[in-house]
């Protein structure tokens, strides 16, 4: 079988399916197995698929016809530019997350200061957040925490793999608990999807981690936990950045604004037009 028929045979299979993008999702699996570049596999089309490449091949995309999501096949996806190591241990990171990113890196370099600034992601899970504020700020310091030991495992990985390991500090615990002291700036994107929407979601969200989803009945019990825990402890100096799902925009203000009536709180809208990032700015 060639690769051209091999890519037509299972290009079928996925959209009987009713997967959509099924042509992008084979291409990325069948180069994932041969190891080649997008370029190299127009070039092969007709070259034959060897017996154990198709065996890898056909067990890939038995996955992907059960809505396996496409990162955990190949282990890995690209955020801000960046190649990330991901699998079952971790949810799979959202290009909307990307603006949380953004924000963050403007507000850091806003207001710079002669000590390096030191900024907590909460909830870090494959470290994608960390690690791209890492890598974008070379003078900052990153503390990523996370309850599960497994998603930091996945973390420490890609801590790794991009060269990190001494300005990326990786702490298990609940949100800010295991923080070792005070920061500048607070980034989290915790779980926000409301409980009941999870039975309605993708099948392809039954594969990632149920806790770093669920947000609870109305999807905010751990942004509540959050606002508690820096109000408690007076954290951050600067500013607390939250990603927060469509909807949610109202009671967020009404929360930060009851715990921090004295900070400058704003909403701020994703390309498609979601109050998506909440900032919570504190006078200096």
Known sequence: MTLKEALNRATSALAAHHISDASHDIQLLLRHVLQI?????????EEELAPPEWERFSCLLERRLRHEPVAYLV??????????????????????TELLVE???????????VRPIIIADIGTGSGAIAISLATNLTNARICATDLSIQAL???????????????????????????????DLIVAN???????????MAPEIRFEPREALDGGPDGLHSIRLLLHQAHE????????????????????????????PEADIQPHRDPGGIERVVTITFPV
């Open 233 to 260: 402890l007076r954290q951050p100096r600067r500013c607390l950045l939250l990603e927060i799902g469509m909807g949610q925009s109202e009671e967020v203000l009404r929360l930060a604004r009851n715990h921090f």
């Open 75 to 96: 282990c890995h996806q690209e955020f801000f530019g960046l190649d990330f190591y991901v699998d079952r241990r971790v949810l799979v990171p959202r290009p909307e």
């Open 190 to 200: 915790l779980p926000y999807v409301m409980e009941p929407e999870l039975q309605t």
């Open 37 to 45: 570049t997008q370029a190299q596999l127009y070039l092969q089309l």
């Open 103 to 113: 924000m963050t890196l403007d507000f850091a370099r806003s207001h710079s200061a």
């Open 153 to 183: 495992e996945v973390a420490a990985i890609n801590r790794a793999r991009h060269g990190l390991d001494n300005r990326v500090v990786l702490l298990q615990g609940d949100l800010l608990a295991p923080l070792p002291g005070n920061v």
